[in-house]
C-alpha cells in the first residue's frame, strides 16, 4: 500500500459521481422472494394451424353487431397472415420472432404501415383492424405477448371478454370479494389488470401468483409512468381471493418506490469507491456491525464512512488506496466536513448549489475516530485479516468535544419550547375550527344534487355529474373552476386535530403515535378499589421500550371519536399494513387508530400527511416566531412541550422519564425548557437571606380578621352568571364589567341570563348607532364579545361533555405481574 502524503501535483480533481439511488429496493427484494411465472415455450391453441384457428374463433363473438363481427375477423386474418411471414412451428414462436414485443406502442402503426403498402387499404382501416385482431388472438389464447406490450393496449371488451371466455368462475369469485364496489370503475381497473395477467401469463385467475402482480405494476410504474400510490386494488382483490402466501405483502402500494432494506453491499457499491480492496474492507466492517444496530442508524453509519469520508478523499485526492493520512490530507478533510454543500433549483429550473456551515461536524469525526479504534482493537484478535488496515487515528480528542454542540443545541430547543408553548391553545382552537368548517363543507356537498351549485360558510362551489371513480364524487369546483378536494380537506382537518390532541395528552414521538392500534387501548384494575382506569399502550419504537399511559378524560373523547370513525360496517377496525420508515420493512396489519379509506382501500394515516396538515394549520393561525416570520411546528416540538408542561406542573421528573420512554433521566431534563438551574437556586437563596434580615413580624401568623377576609374573598366570587376566577387580594381590573373578564367561569345553568344580557348589548348598540352616541358604542362592542366568548366556552363544554362514545376496548389474556396487579382488555 502506499500513503498519500498530499494531493497528485498537477492532477484534475474529477467530477464526483453520482449517488445511486435505492429507491425500489423493496420491489427487488419481493420479486426475489416471490418471482413471476415463465411463459411456456408452447401449448395446445399456439399450436393450431390458421383454418383452426380461424374456426374456432368465429364462434367466440360477443357483440351482436355483424359490422363489428367482420371487423374483428378481417384483424385476425391480417395478423395471423402476417405472423405465418416469420420463422416457427408455433404462433408464440412467430410472435416472438416478430419482435412485436418491443415495439410497445409503435407495434400497431409500424404494421399497419407495412400492411397498407402491400393491399393498397388504408392505413387507418388496417391499423383498427390489427388492433382489434391482436387483441382478440390473444385473448382467445393464440400466443401470449409479453405484459410490457400488453400493458401499452387498451380495449374496452378486453376484461368482459377473459371473464366470460377464459375463467368465468374465477372472475365470479371476484365479484364476489369486490362487494359494492363491483362495477364501478375501480373494479373495472382492477377487472383489466386481472385480465393481462390472465392474457399474459396463461391460467386461470386463481393461478395468478405475488410475483405476476410484481411484474405488472413494476411495468405500469416504470413504463406507463403511473403513480406508485395508485392502480394496486387489483392486487387487494387477489390477495382476498386466498390466491397469496402467508407472508405475501400485505399490498403493493408505493411498493416500487420504496427503498426496502439493502445489502451492505448496495449502502456501499452506491457511492462509487474506486478502490476494490478499501471497498471491500468497508462491506466486511459494516457486516461485522451490522447485527447490532438498527437499520437507519446502520445505514446512516455506512453514508458517513463510505460517502462523507472516504468517497470525499477519493474525489479531492484520486488514486488514494490507504487509511493512513497524512496531515495535511487529514486537515484538508476536517475543514470540509465543517461545511455542507446545498442543492436547490431556481425559479428557472436551474441547480444551484450553495454551502452552509454543518451543525455536527464532531459527530462524524467521532464516527471516523470510531472506525480507526475498532479496526486497532479487531487486528489483535483476526490479525490476518484486519492488521492490514490499521493506521493513526487521524482524530484527535479536540476534534469530538461536545459540550458546546449540547449546550448550542440546548439553547435552540429551549427557546423553541418557551416560544411555542404559549402558542399552543391557538393552534388547538384553529385546528378544531378548521376540522368544524371542513365537516360543514363536506355535509353540504354531500347533500347537494349531482350538478347543482351550493353555497357554504360563504363559499360557492358546483357539484360534478359523475365521479371518474363510479363512487360518491370527492371533489367541487369553486367560482373559479378550481377542484376542491373537500373530502380529503376534511380527513386530513380531522386527522390533524386528532394528532395535535394525542401528542398533547401524551408526548409520544409520531411513529409511535401512527403505530397505535385498536389493541393498544387497555384497561387496568386497581387492586386497592377495584376500579377499573382506562390506558394507552406505547409500542416500542426508538429505545425498543415498551410503556403504558394513564388515558386522560380528554385524551378518551379523542380515542373514542377516532374508534367510531375508523369502525367499519361489522364494528371492527379494519387491518391495515404501514410501512416502517425507519426500519424499511413492512409491519404486520393491526387495526391502525389512524387510516382513512380511499378508492376501497384503506390506507394508514402518512407522517407526510400530518405534516402537511399541520402546516396548512398554523398558516390558518397566523401565528408568527420573534422574527415576524409564520411560526413552524414539527411533531416533536409537542413532546418538548408536553415534559416541560408536566415537569412545571410538579410531576416529579423520573416519572415523566418513565412517561416519555427515555432511558436516561438527562434526556428528559434537556426536553424541559425552564430558566438555569443556577439562576433558580441563587434567587431562592436571594429570598431566604433577605426573609432573614427583614423584621420577623412580616411573616408572622394570619389574624383572625385576615384569615375571615381570605375566606370570604371566595365567597365573594359569586356572580349572577358564574364565578370569579380573580387570585386573593386583587383588584378587579375591568371595574366589575365581568363579562368582559377573561377570569370570569361561565355557569352552563345560568345560560338563559347570559342570553339576555347579549341580546340587551345588541339592542343598545344599535340605539347607539341610531342616535349617533358613537362614544359609547365601542365600549359596548367589547362587552358583546365578551359576552358571545362566554357563550361559546359554555358551548364548548356542553359539547365535549355530551360527546362521550363507548371505546369497545379489546382485551388480550390476562397478565399479572409481580405484585400481583392484573391487566385486562377487551376484545
Known sequence: MTTMSSAVAGHLTPVRPTTASLMGGSHRALTLQFPPRPVPESWERCAESFEQVIDRLIPLTWSDSYKSREHRMRGVRRVLRWLETFDG???????????????????????????????????????????????????????????????????????????????????????????????????????????????????????????????????????????????????????????????????????????????????????????????????????????????????????????????????????????????????????????????????????????????????????????????????????????????????????????????????????????????????????????????????????????????????????????????????????????????????????????????????????????????????????????????????????????????????????????????????????????DSGERVWNPPLPLLFQWSSAGQNRPVSAQTIRKGLGETLAASGLTDSAGNPLGYQPHDFRRIFVTDAILSGLPPHIAQVICGHKSISTTMGYKATYPTEAIEAHRAFIARRRAQRPSEEYRTPTSEEWDAFLGHFERRKLSVGICARAFGTACIHEHACVRCSLLRPDPAQRPRLIEIRDNLQARITEAEREGWLGEIEGLRVSLAGAQDKLAQMDAEVTRRGRAVSLGMPTFPQIADDSGLTLRTTQ
Open 89 to 579: 412451428q408455433t404462433w408464440q414462436e412467430r410472435w416472438l420472432g416478430s419482435g412485436s414485443d418491443a415495439l410497445r406502442r409503435d407495434w400497431s402503426d409500424r404494421v399497419a404501415d407495412q400492411m397498407s403498402t402491400q393491399s393498397g387499404v388504408g392505413r387507418r382501416t388496417v391499423r383498427n383492424e390489427i388492433q382489434c385482431g391482436s387483441i382478440f388472438l390473444a385473448i382467445a389464447d393464440v400466443y401470449r405477448p409479453r405484459l410490457e406490450w400488453l400493458a401499452t393496449r387498451w380495449s374496452p371488451f378486453l376484461a368482459d371478454a377473459v371473464a366470460q371466455r377464459r375463467d368465468p368462475d374465477g372472475f365470479a369469485a371476484l365479484k364476489e370479494v369486490a362487494g359494492e364496489l363491483w362495477g364501478t370503475p375501480v373494479w373495472r381497473k382492477a377487472a383489466y389488470q386481472i385480465a393481462l395477467l390472465v392474457i399474459g401469463k396463461g391460467g386461470s385467475v386463481r393461478e395468478i401468483t405475488v410475483g405476476d402482480c410484481l411484474q405488472l405494476r413494476h411495468i405500469e410504474v416504470n413504463v406507463l409512468r403511473q403513480a406508485p400510490t395508485s392502480r394496486t386494488f387489483f392486487y387487494t382483490l387477489l390477495k382476498e381471493l386466498g390466491n397469496f402466501p402467508l407472508d405475501a405483502p400485505a399490498t403493493l402500494r408505493a411498493v416500487t418506490a420504496y427503498a426496502g432494506q439493502s445489502s451492505t453491499e448496495e449502502l456501499v457499491d452506491r457511492y462509487h469507491v474506486r478502490c476494490q480492496p478499501v471497498r471491500d474492507m468497508f462491506v466486511a466492517y459494516l457486516n461485522e456491525r451490522r447485527p447490532a444496530l438498527d437499520y437507519n442508524t446502520f445505514e446512516d453509519l455506512s453514508r458517513s464512512l463510505v460517502a462523507r469520508f472516504w468517497a470525499d478523499l477519493e474525489h479531492h485526492h484520486p488514486g488514494i488506496d490507504s487509511l493512513h493520512l497524512s496531515p495535511e490530507i487529514a486537515a484538508a478533510w476536517k475543514e470540509r466536513i465543517r461545511t455542507k454543500t446545498i442543492r436547490r433549483r431556481t425559479l428557472d429550473g436551474q441547480l444551484a448549489e450553495s454551502t452552509a456551515p454543518r451543525l455536527n461536524p464532531s459527530s462524524l469525526m467521532a464516527t471516523v475516530r470510531a472506525f480507526y479504534l475498532d479496526l486497532a482493537t479487531w487486528a489483535a484478535d483476526e490479525p490476518t485479516r484486519w492488521a492490514q488496515w490499521v493506521a493513526p487515528c487521524p482524530i484527535k480528542d479536540s476534534d469530538v468535544v461536545f459540550n458546546k454542540h449540547h449546550k448550542r443545541v440546548k439553547a435552540r430547543a429551549d427557546q423553541r419550547t418557551r416560544e411555542r408553548m404559549p402558542t399552543l391553545p391557538v393552534v388547538l382552537r384553529t385546528a378544531e375550527l378548521r376540522l368544524r368548517q371542513a365537516q360543514e363543507r363536506l355535509a353540504a356537498f354531500r347533500d347537494a344534487p349531482l350538478g347543482e351549485r351550493f353555497t357554504v360558510l360563504g363559499e360557492a362551489f358546483t357539484k360534478p355529474k359523475r365521479s371518474h371513480s363510479g363512487l360518491e364524487p370527492t371533489l367541487a369546483l369553486d367560482v373559479g373552476g378550481r377542484r376542491r378536494y373537500l373530502v380529503a380537506d376534511e380527513n386530513r382537518a380531522f386527522w390533524v386535530w386528532a394528532a395535535i390532541e394525542f401528542f398533547r395528552h401524551t408526548g409520544s414521538r409520531i411513529e409511535e403515535m401512527l403505530e397505535t392500534s385498536h389493541h393498544s387501548i387497555v384497561q387496568y384494575t386497581l387492586p386497592t378499589t377495584g376500579e377499573v382506569v382506562p390506558l394507552l399502550q406505547i409500542a416500542p419504537s426508538k429505545t425498543d421500550e415498551e410503556r403504558l399511559l394513564l388515558v386522560s378524560p380528554e385524551l378518551a373523547d379523542v380515542l373514542s371519536t377516532m374508534v367510531t370513525r375508523v369502525r367499519g360496517a361489522d364494528g371492527a377496525v379494519p387491518l391495515v399494513s404501514a410501512y
